[in-house]
């Protein structure tokens, strides 16, 4: 009787306790959440026994209670097999750790065979912990993969619970906003990661679309189950649509791209090559000889320079002199070499037939040098283009050619002087209703030729603007 009056006082404690957290004139029991949360508390009180305290002892109690679970052959264990099993732990420590799992229902003992046996509350903890454990070594990027797990084996015993549905559901929310985010910023490399993770997530919505679907057309289900299986429907959709969103901002970042001359790197490369780097302040050592000396200047000295050119400025105007005359720069022979090789690939292009199979890219672009080659690279986005064709120019003579370009996001090895690689790429024929809306291949970077020496990367396509 002392012990159930003691039990009583304890759990009376706990109630004064958990009201303190609660404002005056509400009562706990009245919160729909802490009537399940109390009704699951043996399943709680076993996440406790485990999580309660530091990382080490948290660590130290999962591993006794998985080395004891692992062996499925004998459902009982006595202390000698413990200690022979456990034999790389201190003693007392290992039986403190017995003692709080006996204390918390997660082992007991039996004393008319003297032996211990798991519990069943401490294999499913640990089939959780298991399942957890095991997402996290997939690395799985969007994060769905235990949520969408355990949605599909309660819809295989038949117990989908509402709670399951809204947690997938908010996840799914939850990625879309991320990558609205990610197309809203503008910035290339967070666009390339949230593109990849889109990917990631397209492939658990692809294999949770069955599970939704079994739900939806199941009539056991309650109307509240129905409404979250449509929804995570819905969110599932407005996901899958955001492909051409990173499309657009994508194709829309590779008509800004700058590239450095004629050597077929862009910024972004450079920025690539950057972020690889270990120590970027490496990079500076011996650059500069003489070290940087600051300079210093206050408001009086910047006044009296502004004033000092004022004055002259209104000297010049007053004398009416005119400054020195100067020869224009000759800027025609800076373009006559990318010209010149602008019209003869013009005339290769033209000369291709495309009607009976498609032209491989390797024949278009080799033999050249890397440079011509990537040059030549660079304009195949030209092709088909409605904007660049209205205008005047070899270009626009470029974008008029009756032909599609499709590239393929790999490469293949190419016999040649200078280039490497290339990238899988054709050239076919368009028909006539075609040719205004040929656009090169939507939210992919294209790396179509590969230097040999040194491996470094080229011939991104690109806009137009980097090579008229």
Known sequence: MQNIHDDAVHQNDDEHALQSYFKSGISPDDVAQVFHLKRAQPMLQAFTALFHGGFNGVLLRLLVLRELASDVQTPSLTRADINTRLGYLEPDSLETVLSRLRTNGLLVWDATQSVYRITPTARNVLAAI?????????????????????????????GVSVEQLHHLLGRLIELTEEFSDAIASGSEFQLRAAQQKWHTACDW???????????????????????????????????????????????????????????????????????????????????????????????????????????ATRVSAVLGSLPVGEDAPEIEKDDQDALLELDTWLSVLTATDASDKPASLQD???????????????????????????????????????????????MQKVKDEHVAAISVATLTAALPAALPVTTPTAGKKTKVVEKIDGGEQAADESDKQAHE
């Open 130 to 158: 298991e399942s957890l454990l095991q997402v996290n070594e997939q690395e799985d990027q969007a994060e769905m993969s235990y949520m969408l797990t355990q949605v599909a084996g309660a819809q295989a015993v038949g």
């Open 205 to 311: 919505v692809e294999k949770g679309s069955e599970i939704i679907h079994a739900i939806t057309n199941d009539s056991r289900a309650d109307s509240a189950t129905h409404k979250a299986a449509q929804a995570i429907g819905r969110a599932q959709s407005a996901l899958l649509n955001m492909q051409g969103m990173f499309s657009r901002a994508l194709n829309q970042i590779e008509r800004q791209r700058v590239h450095l001359g004629q050597s077929g790197l862009s910024t972004t490369d450079i920025k690539t090559w950057l972020l690889k780097q270990d120590d970027l302040a490496a990079l500076a050592t011996d650059a500069m000889s003489h070290p940087m000396t600051p300079l210093f200047i206050t408001p009086s000295e910047m006044i009296d320079v502004a004033e000092s050119e004022l004055l």
């Open 364 to 410: 278009v672009l080799l033999p050249a040098s890397f440079a011509i080659a990537s040059y030549r690279a660079s304009l195949l986005p030209l092709l088909g283009d409605a904007n660049e064709s209205a205008l005047q120019g070899a270009t626009a003579d470029l974008a008029r050619l009756p032909l599609i370009f499709s590239s393929k996001d790999k």
